[in-house]
Antibody, heavy 122, light 112 residues
């Protein structure tokens, strides 16, 4: 059974970097049939897709324009996990952050992590 | 970016009665394989979203057949033939045509 186990600090200070990890079990971060995504949810912005990575002979990345200058997504093949980093955070980045698996062929998110609430506050 | 507009914002339905949610996209979601790239998700209270429908009308594995999706181009509908207590939550449509993937604002369904 595939599972996504998320972890990360719940509180981040403004201007610092937010980091959330998504440990994958039952699948490989290097699978060439899926992409690994980060999505966040807040009352003001709703569900917002942030970016994704996938492997097909090399690593590919796509990011939302709204966070493109601040986001980093890393796939750690040794630990089989995904890492989200968002720099220079403001209170507007306060949200529940989800990792989610995207099926390339069927074009859907078929698996979501349980979410990590990150609050940006001093 | 494709804008996804859902209606209504909320729905209160007696058990056993039908429910219908509309979703409109700002551009056609017709994909090169002939399918419409529209997904429906349900987020139950305290949970992550879960896939209900993909390609506008295909039910995901394990989804009860009281859920059905229809529509093409820019107009889509999710129908629940007989609402049950376990169906409460927020329903989201999402376009799956290309990035950035975007979601509707959601429709909250509760039991009257």
């Amino acid at each position: 059974q595939v599972q996504l186990q998320q972890s990360g600090p719940g509180l981040v200070k403004p201007s610092q970097t937010l980091s959330v990890t998504c440990a994958i079990s039952g699948d490989s971060v290097s699978s060439n049939t899926v992409a690994w995504n980060w999505i966040r949810q807040s009352p003001s912005r709703g569900l917002e897709w942030l970016g994704r990575t996938w492997y097909w002979s090399r690593w590919y990345y796509e990011f939302a324009v709204s966070v493109k200058s601040r986001i980093t997504i890393n796939a750690d093949t040794t630990k089989n996990q995904l890492l989200l980093q968002l720099s220079s955070v403001t209170p507007e980045d306060t949200a529940v952050y989800y990792c989610a698996r995207w099926d390339h062929e069927e074009r859907y998110f078929d698996l979501w992590g349980r979410g990590t609430l990150v609050t940006v506050s001093s | 970016d494709i804008v996804m507009t859902q209606s209504p914002l909320s729905l209160s339905v007696p058990p056993g009665e039908p429910a219908s949610i509309s979703c409109r996209s700002s551009q056609s979601l017709l994909y090169s394989n002939g399918n419409n790239c529209l997904n429906w998700y349900l987020q139950k209270p305290g949970q992550s979203p879960q896939l209900l429908i993909y390609f506008a009308s295909s039910r995901a594995s394990g989804v009860p057949d009281r859920f059905s999706g229809s529509g093409s181009g820019t107009d889509f509908t999710l129908k629940i033939s007989r609402v049950e207590a376990e169906d409460v939550g927020v329903y989201y449509c999402m376009h799956a045509l290309h990035t950035p993937l975007t979601f509707g604002r959601g429709t909250t369904v509760d039991i009257k």
